[in-house]
Structures are given as C-alpha cells and as structure tokens.
C-alpha cells in the first residue's frame, strides 16, 4: 500500500487516492498501538523483577497491570470491528413509543445516557434534530418525541451499532399523583454516516423527495433562531422522513438531511436483503419494533437486563450515566 501512495499517478483519483491513505494511516495507528503494548508489557517485567519486597512498587505495578488489562481488552474488542463502515461515525435516533410523557421523558433519559457514553469514549457529538413533547409532572419536565445526534469518532458505530431495538423502563412514574408503577418504551436506531452519497446506488431521485422549511425550536417555543433555516426531508416511497436543525445555514442542514436519508435508505436496502435471503432459509424475520433489547428496572428492584447477551447489571445509576461498556462489548463479541 505505501509504494502505490508514493506512485507519481496515485493522486489522479482524489477519491480513491483519500480513501487509501486514510487506511494507511489507520493501519499504521493499529500497529503503533500494538508495539506501545508490547513496550508496556516489557516495561512491567522488568519492574517486577525488582519488586520483590517493595510494597510501594508493588503497588505501582499492580495499577500499571490493571491498565495494561483494560488496554489489552480494548484491542481486543476492535478485533471484531471488522464490518463495512464499522470504523466510521454513526447518526443514533431516539424515537418515544408507548407511554405517553414517561415516554418522552424516557426518550430524553436515554439521550442523555448516551451522551455521557460518547464523552467517555470521546466521541465529538452533536444534535440534529429533536422534537419536544408537552410539559408533564409538578416540575414541569418536557421530554423528547425524537432526537437525532451526530457521533463522530473512530469505531463509533461500530461500538454503537447493536443498540438498535426498543429499550424498555419500568419504575415510579414522576408523573403520577398516585405514585404508580409505569412501564415505558422507547426505540433507538444507529445508523452509519456513508462517507458519500452514492445516488446510483442508492437510486436518490430528486423527484421523490418532498422538502419543507421549518423554525428551530426548543421546549416552550424558544427558537433557535427566527429564520426557517431547519429543513425536513420525506421520501415519497419509503414514507421516510428526516430532519436537520443544527446549522444557521439552510444550505447545511439540508446535506446533513441527505446524510441522514441515505443511511436509512442503505439500511433499508441491507434489511430488504437479509429478508430475502431468509425467506430463501426458511428463516423467521422479527419486526423491529416488538424486539425488546434490554430492560431498564428501577422498581421494585434495580436492574438492567441485556436480553440477548444476559449480561445484568444491579448499578442502575452508573448505567444512566453512559457507563455501557460492559453490555456493549458483549453485544460485540455475540
């Protein structure tokens, strides 16, 4: 790969030519984090050698092997990274269901947990879009009818790619007067940012979408800004609709739509696929929407269940701050 990088015609495609030198660059990161492995793992050997009676230095080795554990584990997890646009961003949307404003109110709990995810794993993250619902409770809360972010970060989706499905809660309502228990669901859907968008492939007609100008607003009608710079795309034979507020600009909301409306059509197009291919198995096809993925308990007792992996864990609180780590790398290794 380096001698075609150094070829004296290897810039005349700058699509391909981009293409290749961002996986050079990527390899060439894999190894260097592997050899500055190899170099912590000899750097401990040797400090244990001397050791022995040095309980401060036995100390300081026992926190450098925990580290070197959790980097290792790390590499380890890339190693199943190895999907289409696995390395790439992801665009994560959170769609409110059954439940009224405890939805809405969830909707907006699992955007936030999300959130606090992406900052641990430093992923740079941005809202697109979100829709509000109308304020509910004693406090006034208002939750989230849909919200659309921008992940970007290398493996973002590849981390994020298995939370698709519906997430279900169940706990004391903050909404109820009588204090009732309330079951709530919500769905998430991650999709990968394509790095371009291929009309031929993906057979975009101008024809067929419908585009309609919007104000930015937040909760209580507090715009954005007063311009109708937001935009809101449908396509006419999917039904799909997608929508961008992010920018000042109407012109850069509307690319950002297409991001959007590509990747699901892409993933529309894998889905109708894979349902052929399993009609040719024999195999059943599970509606989306009634795949319950995981479970969120926090009464009568605290628990969140991962019902595909089985993996359970008790700390509820440190799970609704983003720390996903350990049902998302055994959603990974399924």
Same mark, same amino acid.
């Given at each position: @790969?380096?001698?075609?990088?150094?070829?004296?015609?290897?810039?005349?495609?700058? *699509?391909?030519?981009?293409?290749?030198?961002?996986?050079?660059?990527?390899? *060439?990161?894999?190894?260097?984090?592997?050899?500055?492995? #190899?170099?912590?793992?000899?750097?401990?050997?040797?400090?244990?050698?001397? !050791?022995?009676?040095?309980? #401060?230095?036995?100390?300081?080795?026992?926190?450098?092997?925990?580290?070197?554990?959790?980097?290792?584990?790390?590499?380890?997890?890339?190693?199943?990274?190895?999907? *289409?646009?696995?390395?790439?961003? !992801?665009?994560?949307?959170?769609?409110?269901?059954?439940?009224?404003?405890?939805?809405?109110?969830?909707?907006?709990?699992?955007?936030? @947990?999300?959130?606090?995810?992406?900052?641990?794993?430093?992923?740079?993250?941005?809202?697109?879009?979100?829709?509000?619902?109308?304020?509910?409770?004693?406090?006034?809360?208002?939750?989230?009818?849909?919200?659309?972010?921008?992940? #970007?970060?290398?493996?973002?989706?590849?981390?994020?790619?298995?939370?698709?499905?519906?997430?279900?809660?169940?706990?004391?309502?903050?909404?109820?007067?009588?204090?009732?228990?309330?079951?709530?669901? $919500?769905?998430? &859907?991650?999709?990968?940012?394509?790095?371009?968008?291929?009309?031929?492939?993906?057979?975009?007609?101008?024809?067929?979408?419908?585009?309609?100008?919007?104000? $930015?607003?937040?909760?209580?009608?507090?715009?954005?800004?007063?311009?109708?710079?937001?935009?809101?795309?449908?396509?006419?034979?999917?039904?799909?609709?997608?929508?961008?507020?992010?920018?000042?600009?109407?012109?850069?909301?509307?690319? #950002?739509? @297409? *991001?959007?409306?590509?990747?699901?059509?892409?993933?529309?197009?894998?889905?109708?696929?894979?349902?052929? !291919?399993?009609?040719?198995?024999?195999?059943?096809?599970?509606?989306?929407?009634?795949?319950?993925?995981?479970?969120?308990?926090?009464?009568?007792?605290?628990?969140?269940?991962?019902?595909?992996?089985?993996?359970?864990?008790?700390?509820?609180?440190?799970?609704?701050?983003?720390?996903?780590?350990?049902?998302?790398? !055994? &959603?990974?290794?399924?």
């Amino acid at each position: @790969m380096e001698i075609e990088v150094q070829g004296s015609d290897f810039w005349e495609d700058n *699509k391909r030519a981009g293409k290749i030198s961002q996986e050079l660059a990527d390899l *060439k990161e894999q190894i260097k984090e592997l050899e500055d492995l #190899k170099q912590k793992l000899a750097e401990l050997k040797e400090l244990s050698s001397l !050791a022995e009676e040095d309980e #401060k230095l036995e100390r300081e080795i026992k926190e450098k092997e925990q580290d070197l554990e959790q980097e290792i584990r790390q590499q380890e997890i890339k190693t199943f990274l190895s999907g *289409k646009y696995d390395k790439g961003n !992801a665009i994560l949307s959170i769609y409110s269901g059954a439940g009224g404003v405890d939805a809405q109110d969830w909707a907006t709990m699992l955007l936030r @947990m999300y959130q606090r995810y992406c900052e641990r794993k430093r992923f740079k993250i941005k809202i697109l879009e979100q829709s509000f619902g109308e304020p509910g409770g004693p406090d006034g809360r208002i939750g989230l009818k849909t919200a659309t972010i921008e992940i #970007k970060g290398k493996t973002a989706y590849g981390y994020l790619k298995n939370e698709n499905g519906v997430h279900r809660l169940v706990r004391i309502s903050p909404f109820s007067s009588q204090k009732l228990r309330h079951t709530s669901f $919500a769905l998430v &859907e991650v999709l990968p940012e394509l790095p371009d968008i291929d009309e031929k492939e993906l057979q975009i007609n101008p024809e067929d979408l419908k585009i309609d100008t919007f104000r $930015a607003s937040g909760p209580g009608g507090q715009h954005v800004n007063k311009r109708e710079s937001a935009i809101r795309i449908t396509h006419l034979p999917t039904k799909i609709i997608v929508a961008c507020q992010s920018e000042r600009l109407q012109g850069l909301n509307r690319q #950002k739509a @297409m *991001k959007i409306l590509s990747s699901k059509l892409y993933q529309l197009k894998e889905k109708e696929q894979k349902i052929e !291919a399993d009609k040719i198995k024999g195999g059943s096809v599970s509606i989306e929407w009634g795949s319950q993925i995981r479970s969120y308990v926090l009464h009568p007792y605290k628990l969140v269940k991962d019902h595909r992996t089985g993996v359970e864990i008790s700390n509820t609180e440190a799970i609704l701050d983003g720390e996903l780590d350990e049902f998302i790398e !055994a &959603e990974i290794k399924l």
